[in-house]
């Protein structure tokens, strides 16, 4: 069995998110096409890049978009919540508010 298929991609977006104090979205629906993302993209490029975002299909040229992402405790300090809204901040999280879109954080020279 390769590494990939050894990855429980819920448990580790759950571990991410108590390591780091967040909150995982609290939409079960919305929750399980996040993850149900990781997984394709774990599937396919061997590596958990974010969903939401465009991909080089290389490690190092994602690196920074690599679940969780560089910008997301960043963006989940100013809005809440990070680019594709998986992780919430806890204040957030209580306040019941619905993620909305966000700035890109990732610099245009970085994209495919």
């Known amino acids: 069995m390769s590494e990939t298929q050894r990855i429980d991609v ?3 977006v759950r571990n991410v998110a108590t390591k780091k104090g967040w909150v995982l979205n609290q939409d079960p629906d919305f929750l ?3 993850i149900e ?3 394709a993209n774990l599937l396919r ?4 890049q974010c969903p939401c975002r465009l991909s080089w299909d290389d490690p190092k040229k994602d690196k920074d978009i690599i679940c969780p992402c560089i910008y997301a405790g960043e963006d989940i300090a100013q ?3 990070c680019f594709c809204s998986l992780y919430l901040s806890e204040e957030f999280a209580r306040s019941a ?3 909305a ?3 890109e954080r990732r ?3 970085l994209f495919p």
């Open 10 to 12: 819920s448990r580790f």
């Open 32 to 34: 399980a096409s996040l």
């Open 37 to 39: 993302g990781l997984e």
């Open 45 to 48: 490029l061997g590596y958990l």
């Open 79 to 81: 809005y809440g919540h």
């Open 97 to 99: 508010a619905e993620p």
């Open 101 to 103: 879109s966000i700035p």
């Open 107 to 109: 610099p245009e020279h």
